[in-house]
């Protein structure tokens, strides 16, 4: 029976859930923009006690890690290594671009399609994926692609996009014609994030790493925390 707290700030929207075991899923999908950092260890809060946990009895802190708002994903990662410490327990970090995957119809899913997030006017994030037998599999690494490129790298396959509110110029009718896929899930919200990132817990492996993807106007980094003097 899994405990589990899953986290994603990385938009204007606060994304939280909270499972206990077989319980329902208690969460919050909520469009707060910068009340964002009053609101989120409150609503964990609540949550919690909702669950009827405390943060020590948790088993896994799941957050996501971007691309994303830069000071959002920021905040939800240090708010998830902290309860992690708390519990001392599993921290497991999600990319946002798996979520848009993992929110594909896995019974229309194509052979091959592309993840996209569009979070400044002329860049779009990018990653392909392989659905087997409905679940996708990244091939290859995440692209921050200006957008003639971008095109050219999607031609007429299938996308899933996601664009983050307040994106200079509004929506791109470029963008808006692409091949649109089928979808099993409206959001990319705390409910996927849970799935997701149980899924990665339960195999047993090597996790991954929570560290957050920033996003850049000219190239894409993996920041990496700073690591104290011994």
């Known amino acids: 029976m899994t405990r589990a707290l899953a986290i994603d700030t990385t938009s204007d929207v606060l994304s939280l859930g909270v499972r206990h075991g077989d319980g329902p899923l208690h969460q919050v999908h909520d469009r707060c923009g910068a009340a964002m950092n009053r609101r989120l260890l409150t609503t964990i809060d609540a949550l919690l006690h909702q669950a009827g946990l405390t943060p020590a009895e948790l088993d896994v802190v799941l957050v996501a890690r971007g691309p994303g708002s830069f000071t959002g994903t920021r905040m939800g990662l240090a708010v998830a290594r902290s309860f992690a410490q708390i519990a001392g327990t599993a921290l497991v970090g999600v990319d946002t671009l798996a979520l848009l995957a993992a929110a ?123 690591r104290e003097a011994p």
């Open 104 to 226: 594909v119809d896995p019974a229309q899913a194509p052979a091959r399609g592309h993840a996209l997030l569009r979070c400044t006017r002329r860049e779009v994030y990018l990653a392909t994926y392989a659905w087997e037998q409905g679940a996708p599999r990244r091939e290859g690494e995440i692209a921050l692609l200006p957008l003639p490129e971008l095109l050219a790298a999607v031609g007429t396959e299938p996308v899933v996009l996601r664009e983050h509110d307040g994106v200079h110029g509004g929506p791109d009718p470029r963008l808006e014609a692409l091949r649109p896929m089928a979808l099993r899930h409206a959001a990319p919200d705390a409910a996927l994030l849970m799935e997701v990132g149980l899924a990665l817990f339960a195999r047993g492996e090597p996790l991954p790493e929570a560290a957050p993807i920033y996003l850049k106007s000219a190239a894409f980094r993996t920041w990496q925390p700073r």
